[in-house]
Nanobody
Framework: QVQLVDSGGGLVQAGDSLRLTCAGQ????????LGWFRQAPGKEREFVAA????????EFRSSVKGRFTLSRDEAKDIVSLKMNNLKPEDTGVYYC?????????????????WGQGTQVTVSA
């Protein structure tokens, strides 16, 4: 298990960009697949993006493809979600998640390690 700290959220206007980061609080995230999920008010949590342990395989939900990028920085031991051309429908609390099971990460189930969440608000 690993304790995660996610950060970087904020209030922006449509079309702006934000970078969210996820790091291990005391432990390395090197040995985990990492993902981002978001939850808007009144809605269920949904998958946003994931990157595998090697940093070579990435998956994105269709609505963010072409706008969001995901990368791992081994030197800093962080994962970054760069969000460009943000839209009001991207608003929500974004959570980082870590797991050693890729399939579970993409499904968003049986994940024990989550960040505390960071709020992203995009105004029209």
């Amino acid at each position: 298990q690993v304790q995660l700290v996610d950060s970087g959220g904020g209030l922006v206007q449509a079309g702006d960009s934000l970078r969210l980061t996820c790091a291990g609080q005391e432990d390395s995230i090197d040995n985990f697949h990492l993902g981002w999920f978001r939850q808007a008010p009144g809605k269920e949590r949904e998958f946003v993006a994931a990157i595998d342990i090697s940093g070579t395989v990435r998956e994105f939900r269709s609505s963010v493809k072409g706008r969001f990028t995901l990368s791992r920085d081994e030197a800093k031991d962080i994962v970054s979600l760069k969000m460009n051309n943000l839209k009001p429908e991207d608003t929500g609390v974004y959570y980082c998640a870590a797991t050693t099971n890729w399939a579970q990460l993409l499904r968003g189930d049986h994940i024990d390690d989550w960040g505390q969440g960071t709020q992203v608000t995009v105004s029209a």
